[in-house]
Nanobody
Framework: QVQLVESGGGLVQAGGSLRLSCAAS????????MGWFRQAPGKEREFVAT????????DYADSVKGRFTISRDNAKNTVYLQMNSLKPDDTAVYYC????????????????WGQGTQVTVSA
């Protein structure tokens, strides 16, 4: 079992930055692939970024490449999402998730989810 708690969301102007954190508790955090997803009102939950347990094999959605950076600190049981050059289209609830799959961007392959943190980007 893995419990996930996100933090760091908020209101920011377009062009600004935020850093999201996801604190994990439970067993063997370092063995999980970690991902960030987001869901805007009226839209499906979508993949944002993922990182393997070793900090390698990082993938990003095309919409955030070059602006967002995912990282993890296994010693602190924490995964981060640094978000720069934010746009109004980035407004969503952001979720942290854990997967036992080796490398995946598919929502259905993540078995553990946090409660989400709201990110709002004003124009």
């Amino acid at each position: 079992q893995v419990q996930l708690v996100e933090s760091g969301g908020g209101l920011v102007q377009a062009g600004g930055s935020l850093r999201l954190s996801c604190a994990a508790s439970g067993r063997a955090f370092s063995g999980y692939t970690m991902g960030w997803f987001r869901q805007a009102p009226g839209k499906e939950r979508e993949f944002v970024a993922t990182i393997r347990w070793g900090g390698d094999n990082i993938d990003y959605a095309d919409s955030v490449k070059g602006r967002f950076t995912i990282s993890r600190d296994n010693a602190k049981n924490t995964v981060y999402l640094q978000m720069n050059s934010l746009k109004p289209d980035d407004t969503a609830v952001y979720y942290c998730a854990a997967s036992s799959y080796w490398r995946t961007t598919l929502t259905r392959q993540y078995g553990y989810w946090g409660q989400g943190t709201q990110v709002t980007v004003s124009a």
